[in-house]
Nanobody
Framework: QVQLVESGGGLVQPGGSLRLSCAASGSIFRIMGWYRQAPGKQRELVATITRAGTPNYADSVKGRFTISRDNAKNTVYLQMNSLNPEDTAVYYC??????????WGQGTQVTVSS
């Protein structure tokens, strides 16, 4: 059974940084990534990374966010720098197994406010 445990969200001032982590278990994961959903908006892609380490970013976070993964630990990270209020959202971990099954984490709140 696949389980995802997210951590690292919180309150940060504009210009600050946060690091999200998502520890996955129960399978081998082809793609791992992060999505976010702000109040009143649809869930959107933030970044994904393949098992080989190839990243993909939304234009809105390029140059500010960095996604990485540790395959030995089945963990994906999202380093978020230069945060602004528009980054405020619930951030969800998302993974695809080698067989193509898709799973979501429970979400972690990120709030950027002074």
């Amino acid at each position: 059974q696949v389980q995802l445990v997210e951590s690292g969200g919180g309150l940060v001032q504009p210009g600050g940084s946060l690091r999200l982590s998502c520890a996955a278990s129960g399978s081998i994961f082809r793609i791992m990534g992060w999505y976010r959903q702000a109040p009143g908006k649809q869930r959107e892609l933030v970044a994904t990374i393949t098992r080989a380490g190839t990243p993909n970013y939304a234009d809105s976070v390029k140059g500010r966010f960095t996604i990485s993964r540790d395959n030995a630990k089945n963990t994906v990270y999202l380093q978020m720098n230069s945060l602004n209020p528009e980054d405020t959202a619930v951030y969800y971990c998302n993974v695809f197994t080698l067989e193509g099954s898709n799973y979501w984490g429970q979400g972690t709140q990120v709030t950027v406010s002074s």
